[in-house]
């Protein structure tokens, strides 16, 4: 087949790939056409290296199955980097460039049995085609032989308004509140138009249309946030007075108005779903929730929550959100009750393959693989991706910053935990990001602030670690009788509580140098 760009990649029936001219250059390695030809057939063809090792060499050892990477990538960027870089890389991730590649099975009305005669001696390969082969199948069969509807119900125009006087100053800040206005409608996939509508086409009744005002009054200013429907009816508004010289201000009212712009498209988008999209809708809020605020949901209901929405619909995030469920069983040391790790981590996984440019998924996998596998690098490459996908999003820098603690790198750990409280100020989620805050203080020396950020998570929320971290940072300043208090409330969450218990490898401290310092705390204060 020709095509105006430098490569096609045939997927359906017997695997190809071709250049401009039509003449086949398929690679000789059958594990490189394979490589190719599952980043052909990924959503937004890109895929992450560590999910293709264990597709493609998942019976060779980690370091093993990274180097037979690399040697393949070196093949196929031989092959097809040239004028163009088609194929690329970075530490994390591996993607094919879609403005010079075509591919077959994208094209309208293709139909055909999915790489036709081709298998390998993976297991992890073969599930994988199978489980594609069955999604194009059903594709054909819901939509017939076209692609689904694209065009949405609703649309979101996103207008800045500022006096033809207004200065430099608030210009700038009127662009950032759109930004981030942008952003927030993003993360939770609403489609944004931003300005004009030519490209589009006029506003319809059903879009809504958000309008951001800035005007000078005085020394001072007024933000304001309004949004209308498509025959001009307000549906919501709201008005903050600024400073226009207190940019840490500024910024503190823009992430609450973002914040409250994003709650009431998120209640407005509910609405419209019905049946099985609202019974998934309602129960992955409802486990986010459980997640974000410990102690207010048991994970055996933030399990039946996970379980709920993936029978409803099948997301990466409803996976994500399942095997958190576990994993919290697991760090309230009821794991006899979850699943093993195989299972749990399958969870993960699944959910990386079903959305993997999905920051929030991203967060939660990566955390899995450092808090249940110890795969410090891993996960610190996945939490950065989701912060690099949702940098406005205070649950990824969460699980960003214990990554970072995780990893030793406590100073950057703090900043990261400090924007997660920024971000997740005046939001259900605030307590969870002041005890990770106390979590990366305590590991960088700084018990005060620790203590302060934990005392101040806990008049909100009981979580297991951050008693256990405060008990600790007690212990290290020598207040003995605070750190007692604490001790005895980790004892009555958990009466065999030892010192044998807390050596275990078994119990979940991951990183060594926080392991040690609860040992010295608990052994100061007398556990045996």
Not at 17 to 43: E, W, Y
Not at 78 to 84: D, H, I, R, S
Not at 445 to 465: D, K, M, V
């Amino acid at each position: 087949m020709r095509s105006s760009r430098p490569f096609s990649v045939k997927v359906l029936g017997a695997f190809d790939l071709v250049d401009r001219s039509g003449r086949s250059i398929r690679p000789a390695g059958r594990k490189d056409c394979a490589l190719i030809a599952m980043l052909a057939l990924t959503r937004n063809h890109r895929q992450t290296r560590t999910w293709l090792q264990d597709k493609l060499w998942g019976d060779r050892g980690p370091a093993q199955a990274a180097a037979s990477l690399r040697q393949s990538l070196t093949t196929l960027r031989t092959l097809l980097n040239g004028e163009n870089e088609v194929l690329s890389a970075d530490r994390t991730w591996i993607w094919l460039e879609r403005n010079h590649v075509d591919f077959d099975h994208l094209a309208p009305g293709c139909h055909g049995e999915i790489l036709r005669g081709f298998d390998l001696r993976e297991e992890g390969f073969n599930d994988w085609l199978r489980q594609t082969r069955s999604e194009f199948e059903m594709r054909g069969l819901r939509w017939g032989l076209t692609e689904p509807p694209s065009q949405p119900d609703r649309r979101w125009y996103v207008h800045l308004s500022m006096s033809p006087a207004a200065d430099e100053g608030l210009s700038e800040i009127g662009e950032c509140l759109v930004e981030r206005i942008i952003e927030a409608l993003s993360i939770i996939g609403l489609p944004v138009v931003i300005g004009a509508e030519r490209d589009c086409g006029p506003v319809r009744a059903t879009d809504l249309v958000t309008r951001v005002r800035i005007l000078r009054m005085g020394s001072a200013g007024s933000l304001s946030l309004s949004v209308t429907d498509g025959f001009g009816s307000l549906k919501w508004q709201v008005r903050r007075e600024i400073a226009p010289k207190r940019w840490y201000e500024i910024r503190n009212v823009q992430y609450e108005i973002v914040h409250l712009l994003q709650d009431f498209a998120i209640r407005i988008e509910a609405k419209s779903l019905k049946g099985a999209q609202w019974s998934a809708h309602a129960n992955r809020c409802q486990a986010l929730l459980g997640m974000l605020v410990p102690g207010s949901m048991m994970p055996r209901d933030i399990i039946g929550c996970g379980e709920a929405a993936l029978a409803a619909e099948e997301t990466g995030l409803s996976h994500a959100l399942l095997g958190i469920g576990h994993l919290l069983q697991l760090n309230d040391r009821k794991g006899h009750l979850a699943p093993d790790s195989h299972q749990v981590m399958e969870c993960f996984r699944t959910a990386i393959r079903l959305s993997p440019e999905n920051g929030l998924t991203l967060a939660m996998a990566g955390h899995s693989y450092g808090f249940l596998l110890h795969d410090l690098e891993r996960n610190l490459a996945l939490t950065k991706e989701a912060v690099r996908l949702l940098p406005g999003h205070g649950a990824c820098w969460i699980f960003y910053a214990i990554a970072l603690t995780y990893c030793g790198k406590a100073g950057e750990a703090v900043r990261a935990a400090r924007t997660a409280v920024l971000l997740c100020r005046g939001t259900v989620a605030q307590a969870f990001a002041l005890a990770i805050e106390q979590f990366a203080n305590l590991m960088a020396g700084q018990i005060r602030r620790a203590i302060q950020s934990g005392e101040a998570s806990l008049e909100h929320i009981l979580f297991r670690p951050t008693i256990m971290d405060l008990m600790t940072g007690y212990a290290l300043l020598g207040e003995t009788s605070k750190g007692r208090d604490k001790l005895n409330a980790l004892i009555t969450r958990e009466p065999d509580l030892s010192i044998d218990m807390l050596r275990s490898s078994d119990y979940p401290i991951v990183n060594p140098a926080h392991r040690e310092l609860t040992l010295h705390a608990a052994r100061t204060l007398g556990l045996k």
